[in-house]
């Protein structure tokens, strides 16, 4: 089970971390990514850390801004947004990739509820 | 960046109705293809992943087929728990995993 928080309600050029706390499945052991959606809108894969060296991707529209991290004694996975923008606005989710060491992104076989992060100026 | 292409945008089909949606990628993905199902307020769901394996738990009246750029997600008998929105994703291309645009299933 993945459970997002940290979301909220946060002014243009602000900054807010998110979490996503795992039960029953080990993070560090996986491809682990963000996934968000606008409002009305669709899917949007933002980041991701493999599970194999900590590597971390970003899609071009967050790079520079956003930073994917992990803990592994806690077992949750982060994402620090800085320099917020409106297009930012979003539920965000985290989800986990398949296959066991995190070599490889792929599909999303477990998905957390989302947090929504909304910024207004 | 691949880009996937859903079609159609919006599908009305009638209870018990079968319904085909497509998704068409920009360049070859192989077998690398994943359907979700997402209904409002819910984070997606896997239905289908390598474009025709069904997650686990999806029921038989789910299927995939397809390779290289053409894909289609059938729903034989449309029962009343699957009018949602529909969303294709290509693992393929890692930077960046891309999903289609959606398709809307609703009732007719």
């Known amino acids: 089970q993945l459970v997002e928080s940290g979301g909220g309600l946060v002014q243009t050029g602000g900054s807010l971390r998110l979490s996503c706390a795992a039960s029953?499945?080990?993070?560090?052991?996986?491809?682990m990514s963000w996934v968000r959606q606008a409002p009305g809108k669709g899917l949007e894969w933002v980041s991701g850390?493999?599970?194999?060296?900590?590597?971390?991707h970003y899609a071009d529209s967050v790079k520079g801004r956003f930073t994917i991290s992990r803990h592994n004694s806690k077992n949750t996975l982060f994402l620090q947004m800085n320099s917020l923008r409106a297009e930012d606005t979003a539920v965000y989710y985290c989800?986990?990739?398949?296959?066991?060491?995190?070599?490889?992104?792929?599909?999303?076989?477990?998905w957390g509820k989302g947090t929504t992060v909304t910024v207004s100026s | 960046e691949i880009v996937m292409t859903q079609s159609p945008a919006t599908l009305s089909v009638s209870p018990g109705e079968r319904a085909t949606l497509s998704c068409r990628a920009s360049?070859?993905?192989?077998?690398?293809l994943a359907w979700y199902q997402q209904k409002p307020g819910q984070a997606p769901r896997l239905l289908i992943y390598?474009?025709?394996s069904r997650a686990t738990g999806i029921p038989a009246r789910f299927s995939g087929g397809g390779s290289g750029t053409e894909f289609t997600l059938t729903i034989s008998s449309l029962q009343s728990e699957d009018f949602a929105v529909y969303y294709c994703?290509?693992?393929?291309?890692?930077?960046?995993?891309?999903f289609g645009g959606g398709t809307k299933v609703e009732i007719k």
């Open positions: 989800a986990k990739s398949p296959r066991y060491g995190g070599y490889f992104y792929d599909y999303m076989d477990v």
């Open positions: 029953g499945i080990t993070l560090s052991s996986y491809a």
């Open positions: 850390i493999l599970g194999s060296d900590d590597t971390t």
């Open positions: 360049q070859s993905v192989s077998s690398n």
């Open positions: 390598g474009a025709s």
């Open positions: 994703q290509q693992y393929n291309n890692w930077l960046p995993l891309t």
